[in-house]
């Protein structure tokens, strides 16, 4: 009777031992999603952060065709002075797109987990603005010169 009791016991402590395994082994599967999980959600911060930069760029421009395509259609419409300055105002606020593009690139608050995802060089988005704040002026320039 002993040998049957010693027997089911060993079998007990050998369903323990494979089940404490599983465990260990599903423990360290979850930990490895949730890491995953949180690379993932960089990646997707660093995409939305390029996204956001697209969008206020992608302002810039429109306002800065704009504030020039109004001073040529509004000019026969309304008085040259008012025409100039919508003109202008658009121009300006195109200059602040392209900076506020920038700024918004850099100022992303709480730094996210490193990301798989490269950002996007500094350099080259402060030369890519830099330039067309420079074509925004010239714009700018060409208006108010008449």
């Known amino acids: ?4 009791v010693e027997h089911r016991a060993a ?10 395994g ?5 423990a360290n599967q979850q930990a490895d999603s949730a890491d995953r999980r949180t690379v993932l959600a960089a990646d997707r911060t660093v995409l939305a952060a390029e996204r956001t ?7 810039g421009l429109a306002a800065l065709a704009a504030g020039v395509g109004a001073r040529a259609l509004l000019a026969d419409v309304m008085p040259k002075w008012l025409a100039t300055a919508q003109g202008c105002g658009l121009i300006l606020f195109s200059c ?3 900076l ?6 850099f100022e992303h608050g709480v730094p996210p987990p ?3 995802t490269r ?4 350099p080259l988005l402060i030369a890519i603005n830099g330039f067309l704040i420079l074509v925004a002026l010239a714009a700018l320039f060409g208006i108010v010169s008449g």
């Open 100 to 105: 506020a593009a920038v700024w918004r690139e």
């Open 119 to 122: 950002r996007l060089p500094a």
């Open 11 to 20: 079998k007990a402590q050998e369903k323990l031992a494979d089940s404490a």
């Open 114 to 116: 490193r990301p798989d």
């Open 96 to 98: 602040f797109c392209f």
């Open 22 to 26: 599983v465990l260990k082994d599903s």
């Open 1 to 4: 009777m002993t040998e049957a």
């Open 53 to 59: 930069y697209a969008a206020w760029v992608r302002t």
